[in-house]
């Protein structure tokens, strides 16, 4: 499956601690961007990046961070999760940076106690 | 600010009747503007784009900038078009890139 793969499905932590998304963008595509989907939201943009490097940002926290690599796979690092930070996180990719359609993972789903 | 709206969370039809999915976005500069759909248990997908012009599954989109609208229609509604549907924009204003989203409008067609 040449798709955008998002692991891992499901993530359940305490408040405090730090876990790392992973997303590998569609082949062929440059741009990977990250959403956050909470309960009655939207997708919420917190970043993108294009061949490595970040592009554009959004709402993204301080205590979020992401980084694009080489080989174009990228990865979402949130720490001291709080119980707000519970939500969908979504990936998708594009062949551009900029207005392509997006091509979307099927998300990660972060569950904080 | 660059915003995405969209009014409705619900929209209920009977099939066979038309649709219509509001969608007002603000933006200074030229968006892109496009369509996005989830059907039950699939993930997020593409479903038009306004530079294309054309109709995906009987769903057309036009682009009005007076109204700074992209409502999404479609004259006769099926059981499959049940999903959610998601208006979306991209560009560049005032030097910042974003690629933002409504919140959704849940269609449900019923039979």
């Known amino acids: 499956d040449s798709g955008v793969t998002q692991t891992p499905k499901h993530l359940i932590t305490a408040t405090g601690q730090r876990v790392t998304l992973r997303c590998s963008p569609r082949s062929g595509d440059l741009s990977v961007y990250w959403y956050q989907q909470s309960l009655d939201q939207g997708l919420q943009f917190l970043i993108q990046y294009y061949n490595g490097e970040e592009r ?35 990936c998708a990719s594009s062949w551009d940076s900029w207005g392509s359609p997006l091509h979307f993972g099927n998300g990660t789903r972060l569950t904080v106690t | 600010a660059q915003r995405v709206t969209q009014p409705e969370k619900l929209l209920s039809v009977f099939k066979g009747a038309p649709v219509e ?49 992209f409502h999404l229609k479609k004259p006769f509604a099926q059981e499959e078009d049940s999903a959610m ?25 019923l039979a």
């Open chain 2, 21 to 69: 999915l509001k969608c007002n976005y603000s933006y200074s500069g030229s968006p892109e503007l496009f369509w996005y759909v989830q059907y039950s248990r699939q993930r997020l997908q593409l479903l038009l784009r306004h530079i294309s012009r054309e109709s995906i599954k009987g769903f057309t989109a036009d682009l009005n900038k007076g109204e700074t609208s």
């Open chain 2, 85 to 109: 549907y998601y208006c979306a924009l991209s560009g560049t204003a005032s030097g910042t890139y974003k690629y933002i989203f409504g919140t959704g409008t849940r269609l449900k067609v």
């Open chain 1, 56 to 90: 554009a940002k959004g709402n993204i926290l301080e205590r979020f961070s992401a980084q694009q690599f080489p080989d174009l796979h990228s990865e979402l690092n949130l720490s001291s999760l709080e119980l707000g930070d519970s939500a969908l996180y979504f």
